[in-house]
Structures are given as C-alpha cells and as structure tokens.
C-alpha cells in the first residue's frame, strides 16, 4: 500500500517562505512523476509543480521563478520550497506521485499567507 505523508505547511505573512515535504513509503515500483498540487476554497485542485525521476520539472505559470521542486529518488521524497509568497498561494497543498499508471495523494497540507 502506497502511502504519502505531508509536511510543513503552516501560517506565513507575505513575502515569507515555506518549505514543503512528501514521502513516500510503500511501493514496489519506482516513482515516476512526483508533484504537487493546490486547492483554493472554492477552486479546482490545480497543478503547482511536478518532477520526473530524471529531473525535468514543470510549473504554473502562477508560481515560476518563486517556488522550486526537488526530490531525491533513493529516498522517495519530493520538496517545494516556497518563496515570495503571496496570499493567493493559500490553499491545501497535496503531494502527488505516479508509479506505473496509478496516482496517489497525500491527505494535504494546510498553507495559508496573511498579514
């Protein structure tokens, strides 16, 4: 049973930093993508970042230049550190991987950015 533990979220003021963190426990296979995930109140869950086990990342257009992924693949684990942060970037943040054609989530992470 793949599993996938959250952590570091938490209440940060505007043009602060945060640093995300995923783990993943449980599979047999590698992990291909690894990525993250947000949900506004109200809005769909939306794409932050992602990265394939080589290395290529991919962002939103909304987050480029201020949030950065990495992983490490012999410990199964993915980071998003978060800087300049704004008050829309408060959501629930979910970790995601992809391991052979299955998905799976984290239970989410809270992120809120207020003064």
């Known amino acids: 049973q793949v599993q996938l533990v959250e952590s570091g979220g938490g209440l940060v003021q505007p043009g602060g930093s945060l640093r995300l963190s995923c783990a993943a426990s449980g599979s047999r296979f590698s992990i291909n993508i690894m990525g993250w995930y947000r949900q506004a109140p109200g809005k769909q869950r939306e794409l932050v970042a992602q990265?394939?086990?080589?290395?290529?990342?991919n962002y939103a257009d909304s987050v480029k230049g201020r949030f950065t992924i990495s992983r490490d693949n012999a410990k199964n684990t993915v980071n998003l550190q978060m800087n300049s942060l704004k008050p829309e970037d408060t959501a629930v943040y979910y970790c995601k991987t992809r391991i052979l054609t299955a998905d799976y989530w984290g239970q989410g992470t809270q992120v809120t950015v207020s003064s």
């Open positions: 990265i394939t086990r080589g290395g290529s990342t």
